[in-house]
């Protein structure tokens, strides 16, 4: 199994959210169960107990890389070398105004990437006081660019004035 | 002292007479029984004998009486003298204890004036100490007093002063907390005021595109400020 971290580019990528890489991981971890317990089934009797867009894109991995899915050796590394990496992620978090659609979260997520890079995933919290905008949070930094943020210290800077 | 001594004699001359006159008579009973010429001769002799010794004796006592009168003359005499000089001596006497009584009585008057001149200064120094040490205690007294009342003032001046700049203190973070919570609570309903005016206005005018605009714009600030380094 090749360890280049481009072979799970793709699938890396396509994780934008720490819901998502939660979930993923809980499949991981399930396919992981039932692939070792249950020794009589294949691999691709093991993908089809995870969700369907995963094990599909496992399956394009494979095959996109000229791999045999099922070597099980090559496929126990291959989960193992992609928990590492999922670990490796870095979270900035975001609190908005509403609760985005997968559209929005792309959206967001290719911005980020476009700004800082890959290896990083949105923790997306809702508060509607938020009005518009976010607050971003990331390693431990803190700072509110939301437009009630705005609204505030503009209102502040007018009674200030006197105005 | 002399007529003692007259008297004395006399006494003496006359006891002498009677016992002569005594032994005559005697005498002349035991010769009663004699014969009576004897007795005759006998009383013949003895009545002579007798008239000499009466005569005798009367000499005798009047020489007594004479010298007795002499003598009581002489003692009156001397008496008188003496008495004069007694008088005199009585009166010299009396004379230099009258004086001496009086040096003394001016002397002792002297030394009592002396007495109680020197104890009225002693009395009037005693007092004046008496005056100056009351004076002195009185002074020090009312120092301390006064002393005592300054610090005893100050002490409550700086009490009340402490009280009054803690209360003032009291009050004025009393005042500053209700300003404060009351400018809060002003801040607070027109920031509410605002959200409800800006959820009315912009939740209705922006859009998703413009949402999604803001939080790439919120992004885009956040990594101008450096909160991805």
Redesign the interface.
């Known amino acids: 199994m090749k360890n280049d971290v481009l072979v799970y580019y793709d699938l890396m990528t396509s994780l934008k959210t720490t819901r998502e890489v939660e979930n993923f991981t809980s499949e991981i971890d399930n396919l992981k169960l039932t692939f070792f317990d249950c020794k009589g089934k294949s691999i691709k009797d093991g993908l089809c107990t995870i969700s369907s867009g995963y094990a599909e894109k496992i399956a394009q991995i494979f095959k996109k890389n000229n791999l045999d899915i099922n070597d099980k050796d090559a496929f126990s590394s291959f989960l193992e070398t992609l928990k590492g990496l999922i670990k490796k992620f870095k979270v900035v978090k975001l609190v908005l105004a509403f609760d985005p659609a997968e559209k929005t979260i792309t959206r967001i997520h290719n911005f980020v990437k476009e700004i800082i890079g890959i290896g990083y995933i949105l923790d997306i919290e809702v508060s509607r006081n938020v009005l518009g905008g976010a607050i971003v949070e990331f390693d431990g930094k803190y700072k509110d660019f939301s437009l009630r943020k705005k609204i505030e210290d503009t209102f502040k800077t007018k009674i200030n004035l006197g105005i | 002292m002399i007529f003692f001594d007259l008297v004395a004699t006399i006494l003496i001359l006359s006891i002498t007479l009677i016992v002569v006159v005594h032994n005559l008579s005697h005498n002349a009973k035991k010769n009663t029984g004699k014969t009576d010429t004897e007795s005759d001769d006998d009383i013949k002799k003895s009545t002579d004998l007798l008239s000499q010794t009466r005569q005798k004796a009367i000499r005798l006592i009047d020489d007594a009486n004479s010298q007795a009168l002499d003598i009581i003359s002489k003692a009156n005499l001397t008496t008188d003298t003496a008495s004069e000089a007694f008088k005199q001596e009585m009166s010299d006497i009396s004379s230099s204890q009258l004086k001496d009584f009086k040096k003394t009585t001016s002397d002792f008057t002297k030394a009592y004036s002396q007495v109680l001149q020197d104890l009225k200064i002693k009395n009037m120094e005693t007092f004046q100490n008496i005056s100056k040490d009351i004076e002195l205690n009185t002074m020090e007294e009312i120092k301390n007093f006064k002393n005592s009342m300054e610090r005893l003032t100050t002490v409550s001046q700086d009490e009340v002063k402490k009280k009054i700049d803690s209360d003032y203190e009291a009050s004025k973070k009393e005042i500053e907390d209700h300003k404060k919570e009351e400018l809060q609570k002003i801040d607070s309903g027109?920031?509410e005021l605002?959200?409800k005016i800006?959820?009315l206005i912009?939740g209705k005018a922006?859009n998703?595109s413009?949402?999604?605009d803001?939080?790439?714009?919120?992004?885009?600030?956040?990594?101008k400020?450096g909160?991805?380094k």
Not at chain 2, 214 to 223: G, T
Request: aromatic fraction near 8%.
């Open positions: 027109i920031y605002l959200e800006s959820k912009l922006l998703l413009e949402q999604e803001l939080i790439e714009k919120s992004l885009e600030e956040a990594k400020e909160v991805f």
